[in-house]
Structures are given as structure tokens and as C-alpha cells.
């Protein structure tokens, strides 16, 4: 039972240009969630999204960043013109129907914007 | 309202020697407590989960970790350090009261002298 699965592993762009990062939940599961990892911090929340629907955007910043989970094909998180405090590396988790306490996560893209 | 405290960003034991990372919670209603730990350029990956069950929760790797309300405190504890314990590990606070996502701490780095 292959585990989350994140795409690129490593991306770096410049400031300006789009990143587009990709998230396969594991098997089975329907509920995606995304964080940011900045250097020296935990995780902070930023999106969590069911099959066709943002569930809760709170933590998402409100401009050049987006996110989508389609009823076909992985999760996207969208980040438009990114700038160099996009730098971080950001990471996907998932977790079975509603109800589940657990989530697990992907290896995570790490973003460099030169 | 859910938040996490993690004492000390660092912690440095020698190889053999009991491991004690320390994690203090709040939460309004009934938490589920985690501990993840990240190696090096990697995911997250589950040690242990307190969910209303057993206070004492047993983990992978000899990890274990108590949960104890009057102290609002869910440490780890490992009784003999190795090598390979080395890397970031993270407290982490969700509840049943909503979608489940949970709050981490800033994480501690375990550092294991030989």
C-alpha cells in the first residue's frame, strides 16, 4: 500500500514564476491536507480539501496561493509569482474518511526561490 | 482554541542514555496527542498517538509517551538512546472537535553523542 506521495521532491524557481506542487493521498483516502515548513519552525496549517471541495482554507495566505483536489488525479497547491519567503518546504498529508484522527504525510517538496 | 509548547529546541543525550523530550498541550476539549519525528530531508512519520485510550501509549522504535491531564504533559520517553534516534521530532495537538488537523510544536532536535 504505497504512502502519500509528493511531486517534485525538490523545485527551485525564481521569484516571479509559478510552482506547482502535486499530492497523491494513499489508497483509500479522501481527505488532503497541506502544510508549510519554515526553516527552525513546526508545521503551520494552511489548506484542507475533500475530493472537489476546500473543507478549510484558514491558513492559506489570501493572495498568489491556491489549492484544488479534483475528483481525478493528485492534490495541487498553486503558488503564483512566488517570491523568496516562499521558500520553505511544504508538505501533504492524508487521512481516511471523516472521523480519523490520524493523518499521514508525504515526503514533502522543498521549494527554493532564487 | 489548541496550542503546543515544546521545551527546548535541542536536546543532546549520549548513546545509551535515557531520552526525555517534553511536550505541553492546551486544548478546550478532549485532545488526541502525537509525536512525529522527521529525519533529515524527509516526511514526518508517526512514533505514537494518544487518543482517549491507555494513558501510557507505547510507539515504534522503544518510544513511549504518557499523557497525564493534571499536567497538561504528553512527554516521550526512550530509556536508551541510539544513533539513529537522531532527528527532529514533533509534538502535535488535534481534537475531535472539528476536522481533525492538528497543531505542532516548534519540534526538538534529539542529538545522540556516541
Redesign the interface.
Known amino acids: 500500500n504505497a504512502g ?1 506521495m ?1 511531486n517534485p521532491r525538490h523545485l527551485v524557481r525564481r521569484r516571479g514564476q509559478e510552482a506547482r506542487l502535486r499530492c497523491s493521498p494513499m489508497k483509500g483516502h479522501s481527505h488532503v ?1 497541506w ?1 508549510r515548513q519554515l526553516p ?6 494552511m489548506v ?1 480539501l475533500q475530493k472537489e471541495n476546500i ?2 482554507e484558514s491558513g492559506m495566505p489570501k493572495e498568489r496561493f491556491s489549492a484544488e483536489f479534483p475528483k481525478e488525479g493528485p492534490s495541487i497547491l498553486r503558488i503564483q509569482q512566488v517570491v523568496r519567503g516562499d521558500s520553505a518546504a511544504y ?1 501533504c ?1 492524508s ?1 481516511s474518511v ?11 517538496t ?1 521549494l527554493l526561490v532564487l | 482554541a489548541q496550542s503546543v509548547t515544546q521545551l527546548g529546541s535541542h536536546v543532546s543525550v549520549s548513546e545509551g542514555a535515557l531520552v526525555l523530550l517534553r511536550c505541553n498541550y492546551s486544548s478546550s476539549v478532549p485532545p488526541y496527542l502525537f509525536w512525529y519525528v522527521q529525519y533529515p530531508n524527509q516526511g514526518l512519520q508517526l512514533l505514537l498517538k494518544y487518543t482517549s485510550a491507555a494513558t501510557l501509549v507505547k510507539g515504534i522504535n522503544g518510544f513511549e509517551a504518557e499523557f497525564k491531564k493534571s499536567e497538561t504533559s504528553f512527554h516521550l520517553t526512550k530509556p536508551s538512546a541510539h544513533m539513529s534516534d537522531a532527528a527532529e521530532y514533533f509534538c502535535a495537538v488535534s481534537s475531535s472537535g472539528g476536522s481533525y488537523i492538528p497543531t505542532f510544536g516548534r519540534g526538538t532536535s534529539l542529538i545522540v553523542h556516541p
Not at chain 1, 527552525?40 to 496549517?45: A, I
Open positions: 502519500v509528493q491536507y502544510y527552525e519552525e513546526g508545521l503551520k496549517f484542507y473543507i478549510d508538505f498529508a487521512s471523516a472521523g480519523e484522527e490520524t493523518q499521514y504525510f508525504g515526503p514533502g522543498r
